[in-house]
């Protein structure tokens, strides 16, 4: 047998196996009440800003809709922004008592934006249930109710629903569905949850709700104020101190559109992508495995190979799944999926490339 047919068998095999993982966890995956039972204590629900005047008020307001939640407060932090920010929350609160507005000038030495946005807003806090919500998020009425029975009902510590990405561009319908494709497709799910082993670890800090006990416990976010993905270096420190957490279906909780665009969809990966796989030869292990797995078997089965076509369509099932799970678009676009992943494979090498060259920024500030 070729180097080639060998290569293109061990994809199609991985591409199947992956794909057949993927409806298991599907079907096991914690889905939030549509209806659930009023919150018993404080919530505190926390969203950092900075610059999100076209943003803010959308998600404020579907904050102060929060049914379900008789004792709750809403703290934002205007981070030194350059735009109106504090001026369109200071409007859309109005005179609600259950909002406050915080001001920082910035982070600290040794800390990121976002990492000391949050931390400022956990310590302002008094809530049983912290609850960070990113200024870019709309949340349905009921969500933080949802969210809260989730994590109190299931036993955990931390738990992140994760909302439904809109996608509307090219690159955007390319890109933001691998998302949830990737830790449905990859992570188990269950056994995430309790282990505390760092592999094992999915979160979206778009929507996270953490037990406040639990949250000063580990550290919050001062244990991990370097940290471009903070969400996922707070779940980690959550379940090494004895706790547990994970992801769940936020599909009809929570809505995000992360990126409009090419140019900004690139800025925001690269700005994080580097950190994701924790070092340069992981990340080159797992550039090479999802090659192998989605762009082998698509090639050879452009030149006639079944095992090839049958491993490119394994790819598709997978893709189509997880967007008929979590509210994605399902058709043309998980055709796509082999282009979907050389893409990623691009923004990878492009985040470590700047990387190395000390060029990544976001919003003005050198990371």
């Known amino acids: 047998m070729s180097g080639w047919r060998t290569l293109t068998l061990l994809g199609s095999a991985a591409a199947a196996a992956l794909t057949a993982h993927s409806l298991l966890n599907a079907r096991g995956l914690r889905v939030p009440p549509l209806d659930p039972p009023p919150v018993p204590g404080r ?75 949050c931390h400022r807003l956990a310590g302002a806090a008094t809530g049983d249930v912290l609850v960070f919500v990113d200024a870019d998020v709309v949340l349905a009425p009921h969500a933080v109710a949802a969210g809260v029975d989730l994590l109190r009902g299931a036993g955990l510590d931390l738990v992140c629903p994760y909302p439904r990405q809109l996608a509307l561009t090219w690159s955007e319908r390319l890109v933001q569905p691998l998302l949830q494709w990737s830790w449905l497709t990859t992570l188990p799910l269950r056994r995430a949850e309790v282990s505390p082993r760092a592999s094992l670890a999915a979160a979206n800090g778009q929507f996270l709700l ?49 990126y409009d665009g090419w140019e900004d969809l690139r800025e925001g990966y690269a700005k994080s992508l580097w950190s994701a796989f924790g070092s340069a030869p992981a990340a080159v292990a797992v550039g090479a495995g999802l090659a192998l797995t989605y762009l082998v078997p698509a090639a050879a089965a452009l030149t006639g190979s079944p095992v090839g076509a049958l491993g490119y369509l394994a790819g598709v099932v997978g893709r189509y799944a997880a967007a008929e799970r979590t509210g994605g678009r399902s058709v043309p676009d998980a055709f796509a999926h082999p282009a979907s992943i050389a893409v990623l494979l691009g923004l990878l090498a492009d985040s470590w490339r700047r990387h190395g060259r000390g060029e990544l920024t976001w919003k003005g500030r050198t990371l």
């Open 43 to 117: 919530v505190s629900v926390l969203v950092p800003a900075r610059d999100e005047e076209e943003h803010v008020a959308a998600c404020l307001g579907s904050l102060l809709d929060q049914v379900g939640v008789p004792d709750l407060e809403v703290l934002v932090l205007d981070d030194a922004s350059t735009d109106r920010t504090a001026d369109v929350v200071t409007a859309t609160a109005g005179t609600d008592p259950r909002v406050r507005l915080l001001r920082s000038a910035g982070p600290e030495p040794g800390w990121l934006g976002k990492t000391h946005a």
């Open 210 to 258: 953490v037990d406040a006990a639990a949250y000063r416990a580990c550290g919050g976010h001062a244990g991990v104020c370097g940290e471009v993905l903070d969400d996922l270096a707070l779940l980690r420190a959550v379940k090494a101190h004895g706790g547990r957490g994970g992801v769940a279906d936020g599909t009809a909780l929570a809505t995000c559109r992360m």
